[in-house]
């Protein structure tokens, strides 16, 4: 039981880490990243002016894509 206990937890906390920093971020821009790039991995968001930028590794490739606050991304 124990064992169950810490391994979700580890699991809560491994999801959570994935999208770091999104506290900011545009809903709409967040669910689109969500959809769109599944099983992306090291994602960090940033406030670039109007744009949020978000960083991540996709398929091995390192990748970044803007999105206009409130609209999809650019």
Do not use: P
């Not at 545009?26 to 992306?40: I, P, Q």
Request: glycine letters at 10%; hydrophobic letters at 45%; a positive charge.
């Amino acid at each position: 039981m124990k064992k169950n206990l810490v391994a979700a937890g580890l699991g809560i906390i491994i999801s959570l880490s994935a999208f770091a920093g999104t506290n900011n971020v545009d809903y709409k821009a967040l669910d689109h990243f969500k959809k769109t790039f599944k099983g992306a991995e090291n994602v960090s968001w940033v406030k670039v002016g109007d744009f949020d930028e978000v960083k991540f590794t996709w398929s091995g490739e390192n990748m970044a894509v803007f999105y206009k606050i409130g609209r999809a991304h650019v």
